[in-house]
């Protein structure tokens, strides 16, 4: 199956990761920290930025790794999907200087509201996104004698600023810990004011405190031996990932409370912790969201049961070519693959579970190419594997179960490519095959036009009568300002290329376009594409440059 594990053996097993770390203006940030984590794993290396901004990290084994960066007043941008970089790689990082929101609190008469907790949550990034974890844009500081609260380092974006109630902090304990929050300037959540951080700049939001006693709302997790651990997290019903709150049920404790709780909607979610002998990796058991309704009085007697996670496990297959053309080129390194799960894109007003948009992990396959998949919450995937070879695609993506020994039927196997993958409670998948395949051919050019209208892209879709149905043969890629074009990791064959104003989010990018609710826009789009006869052929191998494309 992997024809060139002999071959390419003079590259080194370990090297180093070397780079800058600048602010917004280009300018070296001296004394950043940094740390260096291989994927899939909860160690790391730290260093620190010299004079001039630079580091390296010598002695890392081949394989991927995700930098985080960070120096005081300066924050670093979440990045989604993520960047991983290799050894031997120049890295540029860049940080934000954070942006501050300060006032103070007062009660109704004017006083001053003394160490009461305020803070602050994202609910949508600069980019108008939410956030992507429960701990992105969550921010909380004290007040002083003076009523007086400053956050600061916060990532640019909108938020809810709020004071009063235990908020993530439900383990430890605060004179206000009680009461409802209150929303700037004086609110419920529901009429909180949106307040926009921008870098480096700083708001003032005054807070008058209401006051106004909360509820509570607690229970039990039924967890399977008594020295587990269950935490326990509440959710606005929105679907919105700021969590308001989150607690711990520790070994042997009667149950878990949430207090200074408001009138709403919540969503309950609780993972159970079983140790295991890897003490990176958890065995993790995750219960059903639990929606509880305040209305005027406390919640009491919940209990929330947890079920196993799913898992899926598979092997990527490196599939070589003949044709001359390609031999002797580099093909992917296992080390430095990975396999990505993508869950469906949906309005996260309407996911009323947005816990499972955060359990979805990553796995790296071994020196064999098997990998595992784990800690999957209920709920439909699709596969993405990152690799690094120019001369090689992603041919297809099959989930199957292979006969038995005693069985004369032949294997079943779905397109895992061009469909969710369900995955349920306790359910564990197999045979998912990963086939990258040698031949890969990349296109470059412009458009024979000149100057494009803005949001102009360019398509290329099968025109292959039998590959029509191949999502892995749909691509896009934007065309420049300029009419400049490239596309690479194209598999071979013939296509209909494609030049338009894209209106059309569902078909925008090639994640969104190979997607199964995107079936009827890729035949509308085949069919247009046909109707310009613009084709084009893709050899084995083959580097197209100096490509005029009609538009």
């Known amino acids: ?169 439900q383990f430890s304990f605060n004179p206000y810990d009680f009461d409802t929050p209150t929303y700037a300037p004086s609110s419920t959540r529901d009429n909180a004011a949106e307040v926009t951080v921008t870098s480096g700049e700083e708001t003032n939001v005054d807070i008058r405190y209401r006051g106004e006693p909360g509820y509570t709302i607690s229970g039990t997790v039924k967890v399977a031996t008594p020295m587990n651990t269950a935490s326990v997290s509440l959710n606005p019903a929105t679907g919105s990932l700021t969590s308001s709150g989150n607690t711990f049920q520790p070994p042997g404790a009667r149950g878990f409370a949430f207090n200074g709780v408001g009138d709403g909607e919540y969503d309950l979610v609780a993972q159970e912790f079983t140790p295991t002998q890897s003490p990176a990796i958890p065995s993790i058991q995750l219960s059903e969201p639990k929606r509880i309704t305040i209305k005027g009085a406390s919640v009491t007697g919940i209990e929330l049961t947890t079920k196993p996670l799913g898992s899926v496990s598979g092997r990527i297959v490196l599939e070589s070519s003949k044709v001359p053309e390609c031999q002797g080129k580099r093909p992917p390194l296992l080390a430095e693959t990975l396999v990505q799960l993508r869950r469906p894109e949906r309005d996260p007003e309407k996911d009323t579970s947005p816990y499972q948009r955060v359990f979805g992990m990553s796995g790296s396959p071994d020196p064999k190419g098997a990998f595992v998949l784990r800690s999957l919450s209920a709920g439909k995937y699709q596969f993405e594997p990152i690799f690094y070879a120019r001369y090689w695609y992603l041919q297809s993506i099959t989930l199957g179960t292979a006969p038995s020994a005693t069985a004369k039927s032949a294997s079943s196997k779905t397109d895992a490519a061009a469909n969710w993958t369900t995955v349920k409670f306790g359910e564990h998948l197999t045979n998912l095959t990963i086939t990258l395949a040698e031949g890969a051919a ?32 749909f691509f896009v890629t ?29 078909i925008a990018t090639v994640r969104k376009l190979r997607q199964p609710e995107a079936s009827t826009a890729r035949t509308k789009l085949r069919k247009t594409a046909e109707a310009k006869k613009t084709e084009i052929e893709l050899k084995p191998c083959q580097n197209l440059t100096g490509y005029e494309l009609k538009q």
Do not use: C
Request: hydrophobic residues 35%.
């Open 1 to 169: 199956l992997f024809p060139y594990t002999t071959l390419f053996r003079s590259e080194p097993v370990s090297g180093n990761i070397s780079g800058t770390v600048v602010n917004e203006s280009g300018q070296p940030v001296a004394g950043a920290a940094l740390v260096v984590r291989r994927t899939n794993s909860s160690s790391g290396r730290s260093t620190t930025t010299d004079a001039e901004g630079n580091f390296r990290v010598n002695n890392l084994d081949r394989g991927l790794y995700l930098i985080t960066a960070n120096a005081p007043a300066h924050i670093s941008p979440p990045a989604d999907p993520p960047n991983y970089y290799r050894i031997g790689d120049a890295v540029n990082l860049r940080l934000v200087r954070g942006g501050v929101i300060t006032g103070t609190v007062m009660n109704s008469l004017g006083e001053p509201v003394v160490a009461v907790r305020v803070r602050a949550m994202m609910v949508r990034d600069a980019n108008g996104r939410p956030p992507t974890s429960t701990f992105v844009g969550l921010s909380q500081y004290q007040t002083d004698d003076r009523g007086v609260y400053r956050l600061f380092g916060l990532l640019p974006g909108t938020y809810l600023v709020s004071a009063g109630g235990a908020g993530m902090q």
């Open 442 to 473: 990349s296109v470059r050019g412009k458009l024979e036009s000149g100057t494009p209208a803005p949001g102009t892209v360019l398509y290329l879709v099968p025109s292959e009568q039998d590959k029509a149905g191949d999502v892995l043969r």
């Open 478 to 506: 934007e065309i420049g300002a300029d009419g400049t074009f490239a596309l690479n990791s194209v598999a071979p064959g013939r296509y209909w290329a494609l030049a338009q104003t894209n209106s059309d989010p569902q």
